[in-house]
């Protein structure tokens, strides 16, 4: 059975701190994505990430893909108030892309605290 | 820019009632989805499909049927709902690149 695996579940960090959310798969993917979702909304895609070593930064945020390993980051650098969400990361399924089926993680809650 | 439009945001269904959810894009995309999402976790798939006429189960098609008569609608139907169904459903259509999210029907079934 495919497993898109997150940890941790739940994260309270201080603003001003650096913390890493974790996301293991455990099919072949080559594709795997970020997403960010505030309480009561819908998704807000972060990050696409479409090869092996893939890096993308955006402000605070910077997510990493390592398909080997079958695991992606996501890392967090001086943590504002504003980045309290919860995140999800979702990996593409489909044979290169081709159907863009993606399967989410259970996500994170990240609580930033001033 | 409309986007992906869902409607209704909020429905209460009896048990044994059926309704149809509502879902159009405006982006020309072939590819849209129906994900749903119970409270504390993440989407899972129920239903998708690569364009007018075509469409495949997901990981939970069950209690669920779909219809992809043309690009721009993907309804889901929920015949004789119950209880396990009581969720947050979400459209998406996607570009190959990215999926672009609706802003969810949050469901009830009591």
């Known amino acids: 059975e495919l497993k898109v695996e997150q940890n941790p579940l739940f994260l309270s960090m201080q603003e001003g701190k650096n913390y890493t959310i974790y996301c293991n798969y455990s099919?072949?993917?080559?594709?795997l994505y970020w997403y960010r979702q505030d309480p009561g909304k819908s998704l807000e895609s972060l990050f696409v990430?479409?090869?092996?070593?893939a890096v993308k930064q955006e402000g605070r945020l910077m997510a990493s893909l390592d398909t080997k390993a079958r695991l992606s980051t996501l890392h967090i650098t001086a943590a504002v108030h504003d980045l309290s969400a919860t995140y999800f990361c979702?990996?593409?399924?489909?044979?290169?892309?081709?159907?863009?089926?993606?399967?989410f993680g259970t996500g994170t809650l990240l609580a930033v605290q001033p | 820019n409309a986007g992906v439009t869902q409607t209704p945001k909020f429905r209460i269904l009896k048990i044994g009632q059926s309704m149809t959810l509502q879902c159009t894009q405006d982006?020309?995309?072939?590819?849209m989805y129906w994900y749903r999402q119970d409270p504390g976790m993440g989407l899972k798939l129920i239903y998708y499909?690569?364009?007018?006429?075509?469409?495949d189960k997901g990981e939970v098609p069950n209690g669920y049927n779909v219809s992809r008569s043309t690009t721009e609608d993907f309804p889901l139907r929920l015949e004789l709902a119950a209880p396990s169904q009581t969720s947050v459903y979400f459209c998406?259509?996607?570009?190959?690149?990215?999926?672009?999210f609706g802003s969810g029907t949050q469901l009830s079934v009591l």
């Open positions: 099919t072949t993917s080559d594709r």
């Open positions: 979702a990996v593409d399924i489909s044979r290169g892309g081709a159907t863009n089926k993606l399967i």
């Open positions: 499909s690569v364009g007018a006429g075509i469409t």
């Open positions: 990430l479409l090869s092996n070593g």
């Open positions: 998406a259509s996607s570009d190959l690149e990215k999926l672009f």
């Open positions: 982006m020309n995309h072939n590819y």
